[in-house]
């Protein structure tokens, strides 16, 4: 059976857990002023993976219900949850989760919404929210300082797996978003908050980072291999360590 690239993370959902990063926490923040969210807020949170950025919500005293297709990431996240009175995971993508009408105060994705059927996600998401509800879609995106990541892997990737060697995903699926957004009618205007950070990677945690990228999970094992060994002498070249430049970026927009 073909397997399906936004399901893949399953195949890795405890790696996913350890090295994917969070996000920062202000924009829990930003997200409750321009929205106007409550106290006591209730978010649908779509693409929950593991847990990530459920976090921050349940942090901040919200009632999350989290939405996640895979079955092992949605395990992960049920133990990451499992003492946490305000947090709910359903096995199930947005697409097929029964709608429950304007019971919602905020709909959020992190790092997923691109995975969402375009033709379902914003109508479905508009329909869950209160009528003062609002969209908060973010991503972290690798920027080009202090490390231009496509220069300094450049040449391991173009000899290993050219097919990965494309435009930028933060130009192709993140600037496509946000233009949906802007035209969609059942949202208004779009507020973008961004938030640069740095985080060091050793060549062991980097390549555990890239294990679980979809576009890696769907090569073939010995060209994987490769590409990662690859990319970790690269590394090591740069005398063991490299520090990769992130810029969160917040997508968000009230009901229209």
């Known amino acids: 059976m073909p397997r399906e690239q936004r399901l893949v993370f399953g195949e890795v959902a405890e790696r996913y857990d350890r090295a994917r990063p969070t996000y920062p926490a202000e924009l829990v923040g930003d997200v409750a002023e321009i929205l106007g969210l409550p106290g006591r807020a209730r978010v649908l949170e779509v693409g929950t993976g593991t847990g990530k950025a459920t976090v921050l919500w349940a942090g901040a005293g919200y009632d999350v219900l989290c939405l996640e297709p895979s079955e092992e990431m949605a395990a ?23 709608l429950e009408p304007e019971s919602f105060d905020l709909v959020t994705a992190a790092q997923a919404w691109h995975w969402v059927d375009r033709e379902i996600g914003f109508s479905k998401a508009h329909d869950a929210l209160n009528p003062g509800g609002g969209v908060a ?98 590394i090591e070249s740069l005398g063991g360590s490299v520090t990769i430049g992130y810029t969160t970026e917040v997508l968000i927009a009230a009901r229209a």
């Open 76 to 98: 992960i996240a049920r133990r990451n949850f499992a003492e946490r009175g305000n947090v709910t995971i359903e096995t199930v993508g947005l697409e097929d989760w029964p």
């Open 137 to 234: 879609l973010f991503w972290n995106w690798e920027r080009e300082r202090p490390t231009d990541i496509d220069v300094v892997f450049d040449d391991v990737y173009q000899r290993v797996a050219p097919e990965l060697v494309q435009e930028p995903l933060k130009h192709r699926v993140g600037e496509a978003i946000r233009d949906e957004l802007v035209a969609s009618p059942h949202f208004g205007d779009v507020t973008v908050r961004r938030y640069p950070w740095e985080k060091v990677y050793t060549p062991d945690t980097y390549v555990d980072l890239l294990g679980t990228h979809s576009d890696h999970r769907m090569l073939a094992d010995d060209a994987r291999r490769r590409l990662h060994g690859g990319v970790a002498d690269v």
